[in-house]
């Protein structure tokens, strides 16, 4: 086999374990993630394109493969304190409160979370508020 050979057949190989999208991906335990099932965020109060007088409060539920101290909440891109409690289904309740509330306009929620096995999953809702 000739060098050329040589660097020919092994060329495929480094371009594809270089490629940072060929790396494999690592729970947030540290762990590798060869499969894993999406947290499920749902059950908003007030729903998706809700309108409402003023958004003072809200909540949803998050699925029971979620890591309840990886969920993360921003309204408006504001980070928001939230209360988590455990339902009998296994199920996780979250209520959350804005600093302020929200008297006039959109209130854009998102909602970010991980699962016990490593995967994450973003969910995001419009609330509007105000006449």
């Known amino acids: 086999m000739t060098r050329k ?6 060329f495929p190989l480094v371009l594809t374990t ?4 060929h790396a494999l991906p690592l729970g ?4 590798l993630v060869t499969q ?4 499920r965020f749902f059950g908003e ?5 809700a309108q409402v007088s003023s958004l003072d409060h809200f909540s949803f539920t998050a699925s029971d ?3 309840s ?9 504001q980070p928001v304190d939230i209360k988590v409690t455990q339902k009998r289904s296994g199920e996780w309740a979250v209520e959350a409160t804005p ?18 096995d490593g995967c994450d999953q973003i969910h995001t809702w419009n609330v509007y508020a105000g006449h």
Request: net charge neutral.
């Open 45 to 49: 109060s007030p729903g998706p394109d």
């Open 99 to 116: 600093p302020t509330p929200i008297e006039e306009g959109r209130a854009w929620i998102k909602v970010t979370g991980m699962s016990h």
């Open 36 to 39: 894993c099932t999406d947290p």
């Open 5 to 10: 050979c040589l660097v020919c057949r092994l």
């Open 65 to 67: 493969n979620t890591d």
């Open 69 to 77: 101290a990886s969920i993360k909440v921003k309204v408006n891109l």
């Open 28 to 31: 947030h335990h540290g762990s």
């Open 18 to 21: 270089a490629n940072p999208i």
